[in-house]
T-cell receptor
Framework: DVKVTQSSRYLVKRTGEKVFLECVQD?????MFWYRQDPGLGLRLIYF???????EKGDIPEGYSVSREKKERFSLILESASTNQTSMYLC???????????FGQGTRLTVV | SQQGEEDPQALSIQEGENATMNCSYK?????LQWYRQNSGRGLVHLIL?????REKHSGRLRVTLDTSKKSSSLLITASRAADTASYFC????????????FGGGTRLMVKP
């Protein structure tokens, strides 16, 4: 079975902190995604990576950056966390275009 | 901006009834996918329908796609209490750089 693992289920950080959310997949997938999910807004794409060191901005990249140094790992970075970044963050991977995506369990981040 | 929009936002039915959820999207697509999310968890892929397909079945699930109307529907037949979850449609579009973009979801409650 494909496994997408997010490093934390719950995280509490202070305003202004630099926050790293880690995601690892074990199936050699080309594509990896970071989404945030908020009530009433569904899933919004933050960043997308289709290869090592390659990234594309999604719908809401402001305040975030990403890193993909190895194929299996895709990190989401909040350079200076703010309270409006309190949300559920979901990582996903897919083998290539036109295929299903596999999701991690999500990280619920609270910024205080 | 979100590509897909689900309708209704919430649906409550009795066990044994059928549940129908609709999804509309804006641009041409490679495929359309449906996902399920149990409360506070990651998303699980249900079914993928390609742009040249009109209908697809998987167990109690039936998905239709009308590319002329840019819409899809998900039908769950003979619903069970365990089907209670949120359901999301997602589109994979070459115009969107093959990013997988989601709608706001339909919250389904199946009462025993």
């Amino acid at each position: 079975d494909v496994k997408v693992t997010q490093s934390s289920r719950y995280l509490v950080k202070r305003t202004g902190e630099k926050v790293f959310l880690e995601c690892v997949q074990d199936m050699d997938h080309e594509n990896m995604f970071w989404y945030r999910q908020d009530p009433g807004l569904g899933l919004r794409l933050i960043y997308f990576s289709y290869d090592v060191k390659m990234k594309e901005k999604g719908d809401i990249p402001e305040g975030y950056s990403v890193s993909r140094e190895k194929k299996e790992r895709f990190s989401l970075i909040l350079e200076s966390a703010s309270t409006n970044q309190t949300s559920m963050y979901l990582c996903a991977s897919s083998p290539h275009e036109n295929t299903e995506a596999f999701f991690g369990q999500g990280t619920r981040l609270t910024v205080v | 901006s979100q590509q897909g929009e689900e309708d209704p936002q919430a649906l409550s039915i009795q066990e044994g009834e059928n549940a129908t959820m609709n999804c509309s999207y804006k641009t041409s697509i490679n495929n359309l996918q449906w996902y399920r999310q149990n409360s506070g968890r990651g998303l699980v892929h249900l079914i993928l329908i390609r742009s040249n397909e009109r209908e697809k079945h998987s167990g109690r699930l039936r998905v239709t796609l009308d590319t002329s109307k840019k819409s899809s529907s998900l039908l769950i037949t003979a619903s069970r209490a365990a089907d209670t979850a949120s359901y999301f449609c997602a589109t994979d579009s070459r115009i969107a750089g093959n990013m997988l973009t989601f709608g706001g979801g339909t919250r389904l409650m199946v009462k025993p």
